[in-house]
């Protein structure tokens, strides 16, 4: 089964600065999805940033941007130029790229606080 | 706003009492998920459609069933709800086979007395 470890239950940083939350998994297959999603103090889950394991090059959405590192199963997010407006939960997860029924959920790491100072 | 609304938003209820929970959606996805988050354990599958009366069961779908009679409507039960069950309860899509990302509803917190 795979699994999905987030070691950092907190992390803080001050605003303009950047930040790097780690993420580690564990799989036996080689194609497969990684997903970084935030939680504001609102609750809903939103997507911030996808990668496909098949893709060598690191995905990037503005201020955000992935250190994906597939042979040492690594998927950091890195937060750029950090605003009040990034401070939530963010959760690492994990996705089978086969279709099965059986194979369709998301993996979910227990999620790394971010703490955004003025 | 990927057209998720669930309801109830919030729900107090009583050990022993079924409980049901609604997932809507207005773009006709033929996937859709629900899921429980709870400290410590991030979120986790309890079940999922991959179409009319089509379901699965997830990781913890002991307590729980689903019924899903039309594509937008996503039901999920509590036979009997218990003090364990409370948590926050997240319905999902996935738009289609051609997506790997699922986007997520506003959540239910449910509290089971």
């Known amino acids: 089964a795979q699994t999905v470890t987030q070691s950092q239950p907190e992390m803080s940083v001050q605003e303009a600065e950047t930040v790097t939350l780690s993420c580690t998994y564990d799989t036996s297959e080689s194609d497969y999805y990684l997903f970084w999603y935030k939680q504001p103090p609102s609750r809903q889950m939103i997507l911030v940033i996808r990668q496909e394991a098949y893709k060598q090059q690191n995905a990037t959405e503005n201020r955000f941007s992935v250190n994906f590192q597939k042979a040492a199963k690594s998927f950091s997010l890195k937060i750029s130029d950090s605003q009040l407006g990034d401070a939530a939960m963010y959760f690492c997860a994990y996705r089978s790229a086969r279709e099965n029924t059986g194979f369709q959920k998301l993996v979910f790491g227990t999620g790394t606080r971010l703490l955004v100072s003025p | 706003d990927a057209g998720i609304t669930q309801s109830p938003r919030h729900k107090v209820t009583e050990t022993g009492t079924p409980v049901t929970l609604r997932c809507h959606q207005t773009?006709?996805?033929?996937?859709m998920y629900w899921y429980r988050q709870d400290p410590g354990h991030g979120l986790r599958l309890i079940h999922y459609?991959?179409?009319?009366?089509?379901?699965d069961k997830g990781e913890v779908s002991d307590g729980y069933s689903v019924s899903r009679s039309k594509t937008e409507d996503f039901l999920l039960t509590l036979e009997s709800a218990t003090s364990s069950q409370t948590s926050v309860y997240f319905c999902?899509?996935?738009?289609?086979?051609?997506?790997?990302?699922?986007?997520f509803g506003p959540g239910t917190r449910l509290t089971v007395l």
């Open positions: 773009e006709n996805h033929r996937y």
């Open positions: 459609s991959y179409g009319v009366k089509d379901t």
């Open positions: 999902a899509i996935r738009p289609g086979r051609s997506y790997n990302e699922q986007f």
